[in-house]
């Protein structure tokens, strides 16, 4: 199975949203889309998402699910406006339970935030299935960037979330808390192991030095070939110094306050206040 594939290219996160189709039909899946957020006003808009909104409609197409690879660090989602729109269910890793315990302690959530996933519709662990109109969905569990990270293999294509990059840009950070780069390598290689010519799509792309166009289809074969943390063989132990040394050099992303809050809220924002209010915490010294 073939399934067709639209990118949605936000470049103001460069994150890429997918529109997965059964092309027997119309039903489809929205892959990792993008509430826009200004932190410097706190202001949503939701641009990028009615973009999304708009294809479907013009295509006729079904949404069966709003699926999320793992907690963004870098952009809000917007599953939840998309589902008041389209319909769908939401879906993210069973671990998502661990990702909530560790950011509601980090903001001070109360007991009132809950920690067992059931913000979402449907969490998925190794070797569960779902289906896209005619299409099986297999979830493969890849940690390492974050304790939560799924890939979704659906026919030839593989959605791998932030784990892969281009062959050019390399490899996921793994410094967020429940992060490793010896559990990324492991995760990494599970991919790999697919068919050489699956077509592997990745959620982010930062347009390599060299690269005139911005880019987000490549294939398990390219990456293994060429991919400059992980291809030609790279051994576990290259691969474990070359990423933790560069993590200790990077800045963390810009949204990641806002990000971690959403999204394992499944999107929502956190409960207003007596006066209809919606507040963001900025923990100091946290992260």
Not at 105 to 121: A, M, P, Y
Request: proline letters at 5%; aromatic letters at 10%; charged letters at 25%.
């Amino acid at each position: 199975m073939t399934p067709e594939v639209t990118g949605f290219f936000d470049q103001a996160t460069n994150t890429i949203s997918f529109v997965v189709r059964d092309p027997n039909g119309s039903a489809c899946a929205i892959i990792d889309s993008v509430l826009d957020f200004d932190y410097s006003s706190g202001r949503t808009d939701t641009k990028s998402a009615d973009e999304i909104i708009a294809f479907v409609k013009d295509k006729g197409y079904e949404v069966q699910w709003l699926l999320e690879t793992h907690v963004h660090a870098d952009h809000l989602s917007a599953a939840p406006y998309l589902q008041e729109r389209l319909g769908g269910k939401i879906g993210i890793g069973d671990r998502i339970k661990v990702v909530q315990d560790t950011f509601g302690k980090v903001f001070n959530e109360g007991t009132e935030f809950q920690r067992d996933g059931s913000q979402f519709d449907q969490l998925f662990v190794e070797g569960d299935t779902l289906m896209i109109g005619q299409m099986r969905v297999d979830v493969l569990h890849t940690p390492g960037h974050t304790p939560a990270c799924l890939t979704y293999v659906v026919g030839d294509a593989a959605f791998v979330g932030d784990t892969l990059f281009m062959p050019d840009f390399g490899t996921a950070r793994c410094d967020f808390p429940g992060g490793s780069s010896q559990t990324l390598f492991d995760s990494i290689q599970k991919i790999l192991s697919l068919p050489d010519d699956t077509r592997i799509f990745v959620g982010h792309d930062y347009k390599a030095p060299g690269r005139d166009e911005f880019a987000w289809e490549t294939t398990v074969g390219e990456q293994k070939a060429r991919n400059v943390h992980v291809g030609e063989g790279k051994s576990k132990g290259d691969f474990v110094e070359m990423r933790d040394t560069r993590d200790a050099t990077l800045a963390m992303p810009k949204l990641i306050i806002p990000s971690l809050q959403v999204n394992m809220r499944a999107g929502q924002m956190p409960e207003p206040d007596e006066q209809g209010d919606v507040f963001l915490k900025v923990p100091v010294n946290k992260i």
